[in-house]
């Protein structure tokens, strides 16, 4: 599933005008580090000349110590 899943992700960013790696972190109630990975393509619509953007959630991860 979980390879079926990224397959789907790469093919539509290799089928995308343009794509944007997104990463943002925000400390939760704990003062944990609570990060994500999101992954914005902009994909032409057929037929038109203009595009659409499709957000998809990557990953979330606990950053468990700084650097």
Do not use: A, W
């Not at 899943?5 to 580090?33: A, L, V």
């Not at 609570?34 to 595009?51: D, F, H, Y």
């Amino acid at each position: 599933m979980k390879l079926k899943m990224n397959s789907s992700i790469c093919d539509k960013i290799n089928k995308s005008i343009h794509y944007f790696i997104i990463c943002d972190s925000t400390p939760d109630i704990s003062q944990q580090e609570q990060n994500v990975l999101i992954i914005r393509c902009v994909r032409k619509n057929e037929g038109s000349r203009q595009g659409s953007i499709q957000e998809r959630f990557i990953i979330s991860f606990l950053l468990l110590s700084k650097i």
